[in-house]
Every structure is written in C-alpha cells, then in structure tokens.
C-alpha cells in the first residue's frame, strides 16, 4: 500500500489560507473559561499539537478534569513509540496527517438514495438479509417515519431510565455524569497503558457510557448500534461500561454489515468494571473495511480493551468474531481481582486476501478460586495472517485458580498464516492451567464429502468453517450469531477454487 | 573509570589473541574478529529482550570471567574417582574447565571411519577438517554468548563419523569445572559431523569438583547430520548451585536424517539452554525431549526452535518441568514452519508440577506457521500433584514426603526411559533421588 494514500482520506478538502488564518487566530487565542469559541466545530484539520487537544475538549465543552487528563496522556504518548513486537506489517503511520475531531456528520451530507450507494455494498447487504430500509439507515440515507432508529431507541431509553441504567454516548456522560466518567475513567486501561491507549486517551472522540446500578438486571440487550448519534463516532472510540454490585449488563459492540469508514486509523479503548457479583458480557462484531482482494487499504484497528472484577463473584466475558479490518490488534482482557471472579475471551478471528489479525487475550489472576476461560478459532484464507497472543498470568495469591485455553487455528491456501504465542506465567502451586492449540489444514476427507453430496466447494468451506467456530458462535446473542455465520460465508467468498 | 565486562572481554581478547589455538589460520582469525566485533557493538540482552523476558543474566554480564586458556593440567584418578562416573560399555572424553585432559587416550581408539579428537589438537594439526563446519551454523551477532564462545574458542571436541559408520557405544564428553579464585569461564566448542548413514549417540556431562565454586560455562555444540544419519545427544547437567550455565546447541538435518535430544537439568544456579534444530530438507525427523528440576534457588530456562524448512518433516518434543523450593522454570519452545513446508507435522508439549508457593514457572510454546498443508499442535500445563493420588499412597502407609516423591518420580520416570543407555538410566535415577531428598531435607529444616 502507498504510504501516500494512508489516513488522507479522512478530510474534506477546503480552502486552506482559510483555514489557517482562522486557525491562527484561534490558536493564538489564550484558553479562556474553558471554552475556545468561534470555531468552525464541524471538523479539525490534520496534525496533533497540545492546542488540537485543547480544541477537542474545547468543542465537546468538557469540564475541566478531563482536558488535564488528555493532556497528561499526550506529553505521555510523546515519550513514546509505537510498538512492535506483534506479527502485523503495515506502513508507518504519520500520526500528523490525520484529523484528529470531526463533528458527526448530517444526513443531508450521505447519499439521497440507495441508487448512489456503493452496489458491492448493497450486495453484501442483500446476503446478509438485511431489510431495506436498514440498508438505507447504514448507507447513512435520512430514514422515514417507518423506520426511524432514532424514536426505536427514545423508547428504548424510557425503558432503561425506568430501572435506573443510564445508558448514552461518551459525551453525554461527561457533560451529565461526570462523577463518574471521572471517578472510572482510566482505572482499567491507564493513560500510560500503550501507545495507541495513550493516544486514544489524548484524543478521544466519543463512544459508548453504560452504568448499571445495584442489583440491577439490565432488561435487554445493549446495542451500540442502536445508539442515538450513533452515525459516527469517530475513529477513537472510547467505551466505559460499570456495572454495580449484583448487577448484570449484556453489550453488543458493532454489527454484521459492513461498514465503510472514511478514517484508515482506529484506535478504541474500552473499560469495563465489574463489581462484586456483576456480571458483564461483551460481545462485538467487527466488520470494518478490510482492504480490496490485493491488500489496499483497509482499516488499521488497534484496540485496547479490558476489564477489571473488582469484586468477588464478579464475571466478565468477552467474545468477538473479528472479520474486518486490514490490521486487527487487540487483546480484551480481564483482571481477575476478587475472589471466585471469572473471565472469558470466546473469538473468532478470519483473515482472508492480505488481512492480518494479531489477537488474544491477557487472564491476570489475582483472587482467590479465580477461573478464566480462553477459546480461540483462528482462520487464514488467502494472504491471511493470523495470530494467537495471549498471557495468562496467575499471581503469587492466586490460590486454586484455574485456567483453561484453546486455540485452534485454521489455514486455507498455502500463502497463509497462523501463529500462536501463549504466554504462562504461574506463581502458585496450587494453581492450574492448561493450553492447547492446533493448526491444521481444512480437512479435504470433509470437503469431498461434502461436495460428493452435491454441496458446492464454497458452501462446503463455509459449512466446515461454521463448524468450527460452533462453540464461539452458541455464545454470542442469538440474533448476532445468525448474522455471524452468514458475515463469516461472505468474507470467506473467493478463498477456494 | 571503572571499565565493563564487555570492554574487558574485548582487551582480553587483544591480549591473548596471538596465543589462540589457530592464531595462523586467516579464516579462524576473520571469525574471531567479527565475533569479538559483535561483542563489543551488542554487549549483554537484558529482559527487556523478547528472548529473556524470563531469564535475568545481570549477574553474567555484570561480571568479568577470565577466559580459560591453554592446556589442562592432569586431573587425578583419585578425584575423577570421586566423581562415582561409571564408563563402562561408553568412550569417554574428559574436560577440564573446557580443555581436554588426555587421561585415556592411551587406552581407547575409535572404530574405522570414526575420529574423536580434541579441538585443540585438529586446529594444530589438521584445521581443514574442520574448517567448512566450525562456526558456520552459528551466525555472529545472534547470540552474544555464542560470539564470546567463537571469539575465546580454545578446546572441545571434535566428532566425525564417515559414510555408514556406526559408534555402538555413547561418546561421553564429560566436563569437569574446578574452583578457582577468581570467576572463569570455560567455553568448550564441540563440533559433531555425521555423513550419510553415519550413526552415533553423544553425552555431554557436566559436574562440578567443588561445591562452591564461582564460574561460568559457556558451551557451544554444533551438528551436521548428512542423509540418512542418526544421532542420539544427551545432556546431563549436575553442576553445583552457585554457577551459571549456557549451552547452546545448533544443528543442521539433511534429508531423512534423525536427531534426537534429551536435556536434563538438574544443577547450576542460572541455566540457559538453547537448542535450535533446522530441518533443512525433506523428512528430516527430530525429538527433543526434556526435564528440568529446580529447587534451592535454581532458575532453569529452556529454549528451543525447530525450524521447518522442507516439506514433509517431522518434530516432536516433550519437556517437564518441576519446580520446588525457589525454583524458577522457563520454557520457551518455538516452532516455524517456513513457507512451502508442506506436509510438516509438529508436536510440543511443556508440563510442569509446581510444588512450592515460591516457586515460579514461565512457559511460552509458539507456533509460527507460514504453510497451509500442516499438522501442529502444542501443550502446556502447569499443575500439582493429585491430592488423590497422595491419598491413596498413604492410605497404603506411605508417609507424606515418600507418597509425594513417589508421585513426582513417577511424572519424572518417563523422561528416564527414553534414555537407551542402561548405565545413564542408573546414573540419572540417582541424581534424582539425591535431588529429591536435598529438596526434602530442607523442607524438613524450614
């Protein structure tokens, strides 16, 4: 991929001596009442400076606390370089050519009509079953009063506001809880965690804020997608999610369509806090742009996620099916603190063409009776590289705790990849912990069956690969899991034959 | 200004350069050169490198260790005595403190087609046989360890076996260290050539005269094995706690060969061992089979990468490890299938029984794999004995520590008999009973 035409993509072009002169004002302009007014709060232009970061919390009107925080994580995230330790090859990244704040966008800039949407998207959209009027709302077209996400959500949100969970964007919560955006934030993932947390950190743009109170069972499923001002959230997207003791929370990340997205760089942080006897259960599915069949462009998407049982008997699981973007690196993970807590990473993880995954999972057990759980399905089709990282880590308190992983890794076409790299560090003897992995070919004894019975080569691949990512799939909502299988044929489309 | 070790090494190196074995040889001397180069330029890893993430070695690389030169003195029957080895039915080869002790040299002549001769000796007298394989698998700059062993190269053996020729009996390098007042390394450089349907089994001892004496071993071995060539190669280390161990050992397959590898670690404070294995060409087999035993404050790491390069060959490995007292493992076993290595099978399995609260285990097997038409899988556990199965023995009348090594010889015994040698086999049962009731008598004492 030419280095050039890396992370230009996200700016609208303008006048430029415009820009600058009002920039120059602007800049020059001394951080007054918190606020810097009378700027253009539609978009940033590129580059990162103290000043950007000055802008960003300026345009959000962000209290004070939180400009001091993402400046301290940007003196940190210049100390730093960005790491290089995983499997995953991609162009430097200039970090001063992309637009770190654009405000989200207006229907009236999206297509008027699914005639001017992309039709390889419209394709996929019509294999994933979607109706159409969902089509359109994805395409980013102005729905009509039929199938209005916004007042789905408004009824959603009464129902919430009934048993006490607040649930909004990042934004939202800072300007309406910022107790407790400021007493959670930072404490699962801190600002000095890595590279791209710390740059998150700095420059943050929205995302998701979910509390659930004491004892509360949240009365349905969490979906971002159905999030008001959900249209674009930006390409550093951060998540906080607190559940209170005895509490229950079940979150979906993301959504099978594909989704086209203008910004080459992503860098997430998630947190999740799980208190005594809560449980949170997180699941994404990750369909970002994943490049064209000879590896151009492509989302970069590097994501810190990770929660934390703070108290005893609490539970969090993550489980991902990642079949999109050009560079997947993330590794959710949980800090198993109280006593009898449990953590599980369930993850599918597909690279077809020139896509590369670098994921896993870190089980840090620190309580007693702690258990983590770690199943992996790997597949590489094509160009495919896919990696396997994960550290479980019993401490020296640990006592009886137990972890069990596998990881399973398929390959299809001899140019791919699979890699495993488990790290296990055990400082208690009266802990147990298992791994396993392997890596095989898919079988040809399954696929000639298959075909013998009249299936054709690709259905037969999808059906064993299905098959293969059964136990992950049974774990994901059922309504995601149906879209899964189907996300999981297409993106497999053109690795046979 | 106080000078570093890494400077040391180098004036040491300008020092006694000239008196080298082969100071003649231009080719040895570029060698020397680029390593001691390589030394200078990388100085030690510290932890913050990938490759010893585990393994702390600031009390190697903070410490100057004179270089071992010239010629061993004779070493005593009487204190070779003591050392209760047993040579029946092997032919042995005695080191000391990494130079070569000519004690039976009198008695003992290999087969036809075989040498067996000290390092020192073919770099005087016939250095051309070695000079197409020595240092040529070991490349300057990836080991810092490796480049001081190269740069110091004084003594070590040399193994040739021609065409189909056949050793019965094991070739035992045994490698004594004596105390000395101040801290030594010895750096034996084993080189062990197999040609085609050669076969040989190789032992490499190591044993301390004292217990508490202060060095450093840094060995390095490296094997060709031709078509068709078979070789057996033992390591058994006992060395006293207060030393630091290396051994690294490379090894190069042709097609069909068969390497097989059994490590023990039962001694030395600091143990590093590297054992890299390169498939180099269809169905070449290897098995690596290992087990360690730490207690005191033993840190023990293990290190092996077998390198896929051809279709169609085969690996398998199997190390334990059990960690008493402070004990520390590391196990960090990689295997790379290289593109177009189809056909690859490749097995690994790391289990480990932890059996103190202040022991620690790190393990880490990899799998790297860049074909398609494969079968790999690997392991790791790490656990502790069955309480049941502790039950069970003293409900039988067995007291506690007598149930529990039963339990951990038996974890252990499976190791032993992959060792085709009857009189090793013995040997080795007995250093594991002597280890397993140190370990116990301290308990009792704490």
Redesign the interface.
Known sequence: MPEASLLKIGFKIINMETIETDLDSVLKQEYQHGFVTDVDESFLPPGLTEQTIRQISAIKKEPEFLLEWRLKAFERWLTLREPE?S?IHHPPINYQEISYYAAPKSLEDGPKSLDEVDPKLLETYEKLGIPIEEQKALSGIAVDAVFDSVSVATTFKAELEKVGVIFCSFSEAVQNHPDLVQKYLGTVVPQTDNFFATLNSAVFSDGAFVYIPKGVRCPMELSSYFRINATNTGQFERTLIIAEEGSYVSYLEGCTAPQRDENQLHAAVVELVAMEGAEIRYSTIQNWYPGDENGKGGIYNFVTKRGICKGDNAKISWTQVETGSAVTWKYPSVILKGDNSSGEFYSVALTNNYQQADTGTKMTHIGKNTHSTIISKGI?AGHGQNAYRGLVK?A?NADNSRNFSQCD?L???????????????????????????????IGEDQLFLCQQRGISAEDAVSLIVNGFCKEIFKKLPMEFAVEARKLLSISLEGSVG | MMTTPVEQYVSEFANVKANLPGPALPWLDIIRKQAIRSIDRNGFPHRRHEEWKYTDISSIADTFFQPVQGTAPTLLWKELNALGLDFTDSYPMIFLDGRYTPLFSDSLKPPDGISIESLQHVLTVNPESVKKHLTRFSETGSNVFTDLNTAFMNDGSFIYLSKNAKMTQPIQLVFVSTSQKEPVVSQPRNLVILAEGAKASVVQRFISLNQNSDYLTNVVTEIFLDQHAQLEHLVIQEENFSTSHINTIRVQQNKQSHFASQVFTFGGGLTRNNLDIELNAEEAECSLDGLFMANGDQHIDNHTRVDHKKPSCTSRELYKGVLDSNGRGVFNGKVYVHPDAQQTKAFQKNTNLLLSKNAEMDTKPQLEIYADDVSCSHGATVGQLDEKAVFYLRSRGLDETKARDLLIYSFVEEMIQKVRFEQLRDQLRNTLNVKLSATDERKEIN
């Open positions: 330790w499997t590489s019993i020296k890794s390959l299809m076409g001899n140019k791919s990849g699979a890699h495993t790299f488990p790290y296990i560090e055990v400082k208690n003897p009266t802990a147990q912990v298992e791994h396993e992995a392997t890596t095989s070919k």
